[in-house]
């Protein structure tokens, strides 16, 4: 269920770092692009804004507005805070309000997370293309997962927190505490990028001499996977960010995701392998802002719905 | 969003033990009632029609049926096998379809749980009343949730299965291997009733002078519901089933959910007790079958809509 309608759309994917801005036809084809710093939104909105108004003014009036952002952020139409980010402790953000940039193109917006945004992207274009249920995981910095069905982002009173479940952690074989400040041993204290470098002094792909260690850390992973085939039924289950570039590490989360189930779900999606079922992404660094562009069109879609 | 309309409403509550079969009015009052014996379907279903068939005969047309269902079985509207019983080991129920026995009424059929029904009924007119994301956890025999989002059962390529998810469990402080045939210290092979009787000789009612059992199962739930704010972030949890009847466990629950938390998610839901975050049921017995009939008013708001 791809939006179908007309129109230029802004997309924006906004990250710690950086913000991608593009000007995207409503097939996609983007027109425009800039990379704007993340500092204080008094810092950066201004040239998000003089990005959109120039590109407006060279390739015509947009129609509507796709963000897909750091969080967290209140990500409900239905809130009066739509679109603001809530306890984040980014210097300047707390409060923070996507509409404030934008409201004044007169265009519907529609914000979802950076993990939902490349969850989506990766629906429409890469390793999710056919799926109704679609979970993307990112493990780098963080970890996240957005959940899709029939290519709307899943949430309850806020977006999804999957970085910080527990794994099953043997203190014993494994005593690394972790390096969650609220949890020690989540999922994010264990396998999140830092959490690597804190216990081994290096980044994972440094360490695919070492079969145990990412066996460690793809077991982990797959407590994830597991839990979300137990509480999500995900058609494909895809696995991206820095962490899971580390040769040898999608198949750790493939085996040992196998383990866990130990067939309990019975489907053909589960292949013996699993193969097919948990993947890598298949767009890359564009995931994010191919999603964008499409939470443009479903701002597009809804707006013209409500016309 | 209570489906409105009219007309009968056919309702069966399908247990491993017994059929509750209801014709109901459109606003769920229920003016005929059975209870049937679960036995293979080539015993039991001749009964359901009967009963629906003499209902008919003396109040008027049945213009939709709503079943919540013990499982595993196909709730998917748009796949061929819907409302088929599929991988269960209960003898004669593979392969056996409620469409068979109710589609010589002529009247659209909407099939879900009986955990998805029970959650209905509770958000409808139980403890579930006000919120849009619902989570209903029920443990007895086995551990099942069914998660709402505006009065909707949310799936993947299945229904959830969420009693196998693991807690977290320290086998020097508790050796009991668990009682799970496929994870053994899964959820349910540590808190479902047939497993605290294989550790202890006796269900957990009985043994509320140790709180120390009533905090360790207390806390393997808490973990689920841990792992349900993490990753459905409901507006609320219901746990219901004969073994959180005993007194103190749902006191262990809330108190064992927060520490596991650990002020990660600050939402003005998860006030500092979380008692009215984590709760019991509203409706006790009548839950399911309060459910099947506003599935049964969604089959009919479903077919009117595609008239």
New interface residues.
């Given amino acids: 269920m791809q939006s179908q309608t007309s129109g230029l759309i802004g997309a924006i994917e906004a990250g710690g770092t950086k913000f991608i801005c593009a000007l995207a036809q409503i097939d996609g084809a983007i027109v425009a692009r800039a990379r704007i710093d993340t500092r204080t939104p008094a810092e950066c909105f201004p040239e998000v804004a003089a990005f959109f108004r120039h590109a407006q003014a060279s390739h015509g009036r947009i129609a509507a507005f796709g963000v897909a952002s750091f969080g967290p952020i209140d990500i409900d139409p239905t809130s009066p805070a739509y679109g603001t980010f809530?306890?984040t402790p980014k210097p300047g953000w707390q409060g923070a309000r996507f509409h404030d940039v934008l409201g004044s193109f007169g265009a519907p917006i529609v914000v979802d997370t950076d993990v939902n945004g490349a969850a989506l992207g990766e629906w429409l274009a890469g390793a999710g293309r056919g799926t109704?249920?679609l979970a993307y995981t990112t493990i780098g910095t963080g970890v996240g997962?957005g959940v899709l069905?029939d290519g709307r982002s899943?949430?309850?009173?806020?977006?999804?927190?999957?970085g910080?479940?527990?794994p099953?952690?043997d203190r014993v074989a494994d005593p690394f505490p972790g390096w969650c400040p609220?949890?020690g041993d989540c999922l994010e204290g264990l396998v999140a990028g830092p959490a690597i470098i804190k216990r081994w002094g290096t980044s994972l792909d440094k360490l695919t001499d070492d079969p145990a260690k990412i066996d460690l850390i793809g077991g982990y992973i797959a407590?994830l996977a597991?839990?979300?085939?137990?509480?999500?039924?995900?058609?494909r289950l895809i696995f991206g960010g820095g962490v899971v570039k580390a040769p040898g590490l999608i198949e750790a989360v493939r085996r040992r995701t196998k383990a866990?189930?130990?067939?309990?779900?019975?489907?053909a999606?589960l292949e013996p392998g699993l193969e097919s079922y948990i993947v890598t992404p298949g767009l890359g660094d564009d995931a994010g802002i191919t999603g964008a562009i499409e939470l443009g069109r479903q701002a597009l879609a809804r707006h013209q719905m409500q016309d």
Avoid: C, I, K, Q
């Fill in positions: 809530t306890t109704r249920t997962t069905r899943l949430m309850g009173f806020s977006h999804y927190e999957m910080h479940v527990h099953t952690h609220y949890h407590d597991a839990d979300l085939v137990l509480m999500h039924m995900p058609d866990r189930l130990n067939g309990y779900v019975r489907n999606r």
